[in-house]
């Protein structure tokens, strides 16, 4: 059973160029959550999804910033017209269920703007 | 809403214990412990549920004091493999999974 696949590893992107970050669950997982995290920080909440539904958003920033989950293939997060804070590596984990259940991580995806 | 952990950092030689502490001013479902090590993915420890439990991995335990919305992680007689940084992540019912800043140790031989 695979784990939590993320890629691309590392994605260099000029300002105002389009990131997409994938990332597939593990086997029976129908639940997913991303997370940024800048050097030496800690793990900020961005969006959780289940299969084609965003559940909570409320971390993401309103603008450029999108999320999807559909019903066959990865989990997507979208970063439109990249900004040098923008840089940051992106985690998602897993689940099965919404609670009572351990989540796992992916390796992250490490976006820089350049 | 981010669970708040304490200390920020911690310092032990090899065999010595350490308590990291993280609490939360909502009504928890379950918390989780994950450990980071630098530029690598956190790696899942243990989840607490409702009831007050306490469980066990190796020499790293926790408890989960669901009344004053708590939960404590205890390391043994650490090694240096502990060293990492350690996050609490707490849930709210069919709720997002939140995390506090993090705790780090550093293990010196």
């Known amino acids: 059973n695979a784990g939590v696949m993320q890629n691309p590893r590392h994605l260099v992107r000029r300002r105002g160029q389009e990131a997409r970050l994938r990332c597939s669950p593990m086997?029976?997982?129908?639940?997913v959550y991303w997370y940024r995290q800048l050097p030496e920080e800690g793990l900020k909440f961005m969006v959780y999804?289940?299969?084609?539904?965003?559940?909570?958003e409320s971390g993401m920033p309103k603008e450029r910033f999108s999320a999807e989950f559909p019903k066959e293939g990865p989990s997507i997060l979208r970063i439109q017209q990249v900004v040098r804070g923008d840089s940051a590596a992106y985690f998602c984990a897993s689940s099965p269920q919404a609670a009572n259940t351990e989540a796992f991580f992916g390796q992250g995806t490490r976006l820089t703007v350049v | 809403q981010q669970p708040v952990q304490s200390p920020q950092a911690v310092i032990l030689r090899e065999g010595e214990d350490a308590v990291i502490n993280c609490s939360s001013s909502?009504?928890?479902?379950?918390v989780h412990w994950y450990r980071q090590k630098h530029g690598e993915a956190p790696v899942f420890l243990m989840i607490l549920l409702k009831g007050g439990e306490q469980k066990g991995h190796e020499k790293i335990s926790a408890s989960f004091n669901e009344k004053k919305q708590q939960s404590s992680l205890y390391l043994t007689a650490s090694q240096l493999s502990y060293s990492g940084t350690y996050f609490c992540g707490t849930e709210e019912y069919g709720n997002k999974l939140v995390f506090g800043a993090g705790t780090i140790l550093r293990v010196k031989s």
């Open positions: 909502k009504a928890l479902y379950s």
């Open positions: 999804l289940q299969k084609e539904n965003i559940i909570d």
């Open positions: 086997k029976g997982h129908s639940h």
